[in-house]
Nanobody
Framework: QEQLVESGGGLVQPGGSLRLSCAASGFTLNYYAIGWFRQAPGKEREGVSCISRREGSTYYADSVKGRFTIARDNAKNTVYLQMNSLKPEDTAVYYC?????????????????????WGQGTQVTVSS
């Protein structure tokens, strides 16, 4: 069964760091673009970052540029989101998602309905 599992969330003070992991089982991430999304209470789910199949293209929401870094390790079938300089407004449930890409050169985006698989989410809370 195809599954994405996020981990690495938790409680961190403002200015701190966390690294989220998104591990796939039942399928290989090599053929997928991966997106990270987040949803805060009372707000819509929003795109945070995404990475293309070949890691040649990465995209970030303006709110996280310069603070978050997405990377993939296809050998481990895992994608990571390194989050530095965390702010209270980063508090949310973070989800990873996978979109099948037939072309290795295809990019990625933040349209929710383009992703076939979603993880269950991991809570990130930034608070002093």
């Amino acid at each position: 069964q195809e599954q994405l599992v996020e981990s690495g969330g938790g409680l961190v003070q403002p200015g701190g760091s966390l690294r989220l992991s998104c591990a796939a089982s039942g399928f290989t991430l090599n053929y997928y673009a991966i997106g990270w999304f987040r949803q805060a209470p009372g707000k819509e789910r929003e795109g945070v970052s995404c990475i293309s199949r070949r890691e040649g293209s990465t995209y970030y929401a303006d709110s996280v540029k310069g603070r978050f870094t997405i990377a993939r390790d296809n050998a481990k079938n895992t994608v990571y989101l390194q989050m530095n300089s965390l702010k209270p407004e980063d508090t949310a449930v973070y989800y990873c998602a996978a979109e099948l890409k037939y072309s290795p050169s295809s990019g990625c985006g933040f349209r929710l309905n383009q992703y076939e698989y979603w993880g269950q989410g991991t809570q990130v809370t930034v608070s002093s």
